[in-house]
């Protein structure tokens, strides 16, 4: 008891909504005092946080698959947290959770925000805390259900995959293989790339910072693109558009080089391809497949235990105080596998 | 036999590729002699010539969902027509029959083209002449497979056409009315917005031309958009993708705005809103269905006969020489009904 009363919770909250790329005026560190849980709520002490594409889209006003982070409000995140103070039989002190942690040190929640938050328990011999945040949480989810539903994959198709390296990526390109397709991923950089072809085992890697994206899939997609799952859109997106292959998936999972932009969102001008090729381009949000989630992260995890999945985060140890700099870098690409803020020792 | 030796067959040739809209010198008149038809084939003299958007498509060099029509080639057409000399079971003197006749005023085949034209009886009970390039040819069964395979309606949903008037467009949006849905035109002109409403019993239908295609989505869609058949693309594409339903289905039949483009084609800057509503954006190319074309035109032909489903096309009668002015309708917006060009007296 007197342990919550002895802590500071240090806070990241939105202070204004940024045009372009985020400042650290947009920016606002607060602390706050630590109360006991209400009856039913629980105190989360934060470890870990997922730094994701997702969160910038999260600061614009408008509507959007989830309303948008209030201003003053502190920024939204999920994160692996462990359970400091319970009254709430589904949570024991000491136990690992998952949830909507927010940018912050300590998360509470009454009864009714543990739902809201997605609150949830996790098991470690399943996978570590920040695998937790990566294949076994929201982006494996998302490669999981964009792959497997939305693109319908079938043995010795070709799936391209943009953000290879990123954790969407990683996740869809090595379910891919399993899933017994030929795997052509797109990243920047050569280290990325020979990463997800040596260490992911993908089938080739195209340096979109090294030469034209064109190029590599005419030499690495022989028999065109059958699916294409899309994490970043402008330019890579119109080329790959013109690679598909008749009654070929495209996976819109979102748009990183756009969510920046000043100016409108580059549409894809290669669009008539889906006429040409009878070809679909369908959106995903993870959210939709939430009674599923138990399933995917149960074969998730059996491949992980069996090596023919690997993860790679990229594991900044900077307190919720690097929180606005941190997230930079998943825009400027400099972030290598999943990112993720380490906010506490555990 | 004398009769055949008597004719004198005026066609119409490309005689170059078009930059932009096409002009009178991409085209080129000539005249054959009309010989008998082999064994296994046919001779038809040509009644009517339907003119369509795609022809724009199939007039440019490059892959496509099927091949340009060469330099110096008699133009692509589909058509109705007479046989007027055969030596095919299959094809009796004086029978009409449907197919890719060419813009010209006689079409010989050999039993090989007869295949390739897709050569068909057609049966003048099931229908005119006219309705035969119109609901029960290529722009009937465009509509009833995109709209019903591609677009799956649900009674109660709301449905959006463009080009409300146009060929397509109205079997579109009186099928979609027959299987429970409400139903909004996009049109050019007070005439056809008050014609598809009028005559063809669609609830609303907005005037592109008189106002803001945005607001008359906002009067008339109070439910939003579930699916939309787009045959326009461009502004009006744009416009619609920010009023759809979650799931909605965008089917995406043309471009009829982009064809005459001279600069790139304008990408759908707004094809994001496909992710936050988990919808799908997808084409439709009629070919595909091509065994399925007789149960489709059986149940067409049955709403025709029974009232619940009108027609209209724009038949000018000005014979093969009048097929380059003709076609340039279609891009302005001239033309009212399906377009069809009148060869000769039946």
Known sequence: MSTLASLANHQVRLASRPTGQPTRENWEFTTEPVAEPADGGVVVKTLYLSLDPAMRGWMN???????????????????????LASKNDQFAVGSHVMGSLGVQEVASFSADQIKRAGLARIDLRAGSETQWLNVLGMPGMTGYFGLLDVGQPRPGETVVVSGAAGAVGQTVGQLAKIKGCRVVGIAGGRAKCDWVVSELG????????????????????????????DNVGGEILDTVLTRINRKARIIICGAISQYNNTTPVQGPKNYLSLLVNRARMEGIVVFDYADRYPLAVAELAGYLKDGRMKSKEDVVDGGVQAFPETLLKLFTGENFGKLVLKVAQD
């Open 202 to 229: 993908f089938d080739a890697c195209i340096d979109y910072k090294a030469g034209a994206v064109k190029d590599g899939l005419k030499e690495h997609c022989p028999q065109g693109v059958d699916i294409y799952f």
């Open 61 to 83: 006003e408008g509507k959007s698959y989830i309303p948008p982070v209030g201003i003053g409000e502190v920024m939204r995140a999920g994160g692996v947290g462990r359970v």
